[in-house]
């Protein structure tokens, strides 16, 4: 179990396992969160679906798992039309959920993602292909 909380302006503790860590936080004028500990800093900023599937440059193909991890969920089925955002599978790694999504409207092709499956690093989890015009109209 997890817990984090604030306790004073601009640090927050974090436990987890029974083990407490503190961080420096700050939020920066562009958004980014930047979290900091033991000499290093990590900037995070939450990126809306939209917002990553036009990062892809509207381009469909493989959805690969960011780190070596488990499967947890998976929701789409071969064949399944989407939409850009639309969750797809679920990847628990480090404790973490990191959840995959459509990088554009399309359809669910080659499912590799299995419940319960561990992945490596990187693996296609699943191909989304791109809705051609006419889909979308």
Same mark, same amino acid.
């Given at each position: 179990r997890c817990r #984090?909380? =604030? %306790?004073?302006? +601009?640090v927050v503790e974090h436990t987890q396992d029974g *083990? #407490? *860590? *503190?961080f420096a936080v =700050? !939020?920066?004028a562009d958004g980014v969160v930047w979290i900091g500990r033991d +000499?290093? =800093?990590w900037g995070v900023r !939450?990126?809306?679906?939209t917002e990553a599937a036009?990062? =892809?440059g509207g381009a469909g193909g493989p959805v %690969?798992?960011?780190m070596p991890g488990t499967v947890t969920v998976v929701e789409v089925a071969d064949g399944d039309a989407v939409v850009a955002g639309q969750k797809l599978v679920v990847v628990e790694? @480090?404790? @973490?959920e990191h959840v995959l999504t459509a990088p554009v409207d399309g359809t669910v092709r080659e499912l590799r993602a299995r419940t319960g499956a561990t992945v490596a690093k990187d693996a296609v989890l699943l191909v989304v292909e791109p809705a051609t015009q006419e889909e979308q109209a």
């Amino acid at each position: 179990r997890c817990r #984090t909380a =604030a %306790v004073a302006p +601009g640090v927050v503790e974090h436990t987890q396992d029974g *083990r #407490t *860590r *503190r961080f420096a936080v =700050a !939020e920066g004028a562009d958004g980014v969160v930047w979290i900091g500990r033991d +000499g290093q =800093a990590w900037g995070v900023r !939450e990126q809306a679906p939209t917002e990553a599937a036009a990062a =892809a440059g509207g381009a469909g193909g493989p959805v %690969v798992s960011p780190m070596p991890g488990t499967v947890t969920v998976v929701e789409v089925a071969d064949g399944d039309a989407v939409v850009a955002g639309q969750k797809l599978v679920v990847v628990e790694a @480090m404790k @973490m959920e990191h959840v995959l999504t459509a990088p554009v409207d399309g359809t669910v092709r080659e499912l590799r993602a299995r419940t319960g499956a561990t992945v490596a690093k990187d693996a296609v989890l699943l191909v989304v292909e791109p809705a051609t015009q006419e889909e979308q109209a």
